[in-house]
């Protein structure tokens, strides 16, 4: 469950040991030490299990059925890694009526409705299904509560992919609830049976709240049988959350539709940065941000290849910052199998 002692014990915290060491000490020197200008680097951050296994499934199915393929949406939120990928032969698409019959298509990471899935089989077409394995489970659950006649209370964006697959599960069953301040607007036909899900990258703090609020309106609210904001959202929350009260400046690199990657922003800040900026590359890194600041916090959402970070870094070594120290507050260790029809060419 997500419970607020054990979420957020290490995070509220800015009395935690830093799990300090010398990333880059090649390019750290006397420099540093004079003025006191370092950068933390938060670990985790980038790639969860559930991004590394859906970008890999593209490149397998690239490989396998050569391009072009197809793609339904952004395969992850990521603006270098859907760019990458389109260079090599992807073609993506927002629904499946623009792709051709009988063709490849890809659904993303963040998943999709039944009714996605019929009209892919209707137009013949060849899916492979790179939803997260942490998301299928979400759909299970809406599956299960809503044949149990459940009022499922969904907790997400609007809009947010993610959540349009899940309720998609059960529409009659399911309302989103986007945010604590969303909480008045909800009706249920029997308050006895009553369950909350939620989107598996929202802040672990703000949904807390939301679910508080909803206690308070339905008391016999039900808890999901076990935590739906995934683990890497959750790691990445609370790496961001030790650093940042040291922070004269957060920089977390992800993109703007990057619900993760937006929501590190908000934690930094709410966790004491005295300023929280996300930029998608380097070149976006205002140097007017950096002027007299000594410690700068670096963090990437879960859909972020680590050579954006290492740009960042190198970017900031430019300025002075070139020592770098982790903040390590978990150790991931996660692997997806890829989708079965094409595990057999995993490495
Ligand atoms: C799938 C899911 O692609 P992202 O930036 O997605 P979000 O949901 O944060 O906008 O990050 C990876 C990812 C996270 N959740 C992929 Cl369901
Ligand atoms: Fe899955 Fe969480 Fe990543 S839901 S795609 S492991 S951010």
Redesign the pocket.
């Known amino acids: 469950m997500l419970d607020a002692a054990r979420t957020y014990s290490v995070g509220m915290s800015s009395a935690i040991p830093l799990n300090v060491g010398i990333a880059r000490s090649a390019a750290s020197g006397p420099a540093d030490a004079d003025t006191g200008k370092r950068v933390l680097l938060a670990e985790p951050r980038g790639y969860?299990a559930?991004?590394d296994r859906?970008v890999e499934t593209v490149e397998k199915s690239l490989e396998r059925h050569g391009a072009p393929i197809y793609v339904r949406k952004?395969i992850?939120?990521?603006r270098h890694v859907v760019e990458t990928l389109r260079e090599r032969g992807v073609i993506f698409v927002d629904e499946t009526d623009e792709v051709p019959e009988g063709a490849v298509v890809v659904f993303?990471?963040?998943?999709v409705s039944p009714a996605v899935h019929e009209s892919a089989a209707a137009r013949n077409l060849h899916t492979i299904d790179a939803t997260?394995p942490?998301?299928t489970k979400v759909h299970q659950e809406a599956k299960r509560f809503a044949r149990d006649d459940f009022d499922i209370l969904l907790i997400g964006h609007e809009g947010?992919?993610?959540v349009e697959g899940t309720a998609g599960e059960a529409p009659e069953h399911v309302q989103l609830v986007d945010g604590p301040d969303s909480v008045g607007k909800v009706t249920v036909r029997d308050e006895s049976k009553v369950i909350w899900l939620s989107?598996?990258?929202l802040s672990v703090d703000e949904t807390m709240e939301t679910v508080k609020r909803l206690r308070e309106r339905f008391p016999s609210l039900q808890d999901p049988p076990s935590d739906d904001i995934?683990y890497?959202?959750q790691n990445r929350q609370v790496a961001v959350k030790a650093m940042a009260p040291e922070c004269d400046l957060v920089i977390v690199v992800?993109?703007r539709?990057?619900?993760?990657?937006v929501r590190l922003v908000e934690v930094a800040l709410n966790a004491g940065a005295k300023a929280a900026h996300l930029v998608d590359f380097a070149r976006e890194v205002d140097s007017a941000w950096l002027a007299g600041a000594r410690t700068i916090g670096i963090t990437s959402?879960?859909?972020v290849p680590e050579i954006l970070v290492r740009g960042v870094l190198d970017m900031l070594a430019e300025h002075g910052f070139a020592d770098v120290k982790p903040v390590t507050t978990a150790n991931e260790t996660l692997v997806f199998a890829l989708p079965r029809e094409l595990r057999a060419t995993r490495a």
């Open positions: 969860c559930g991004v859906a952004e992850v939120h990521n993303s990471a963040h998943g997260c942490l998301v947010h992919e993610e989107q598996t990258t995934c890497a959202t992800g993109s539709n990057s619900s993760n990657s959402g879960a859909s």
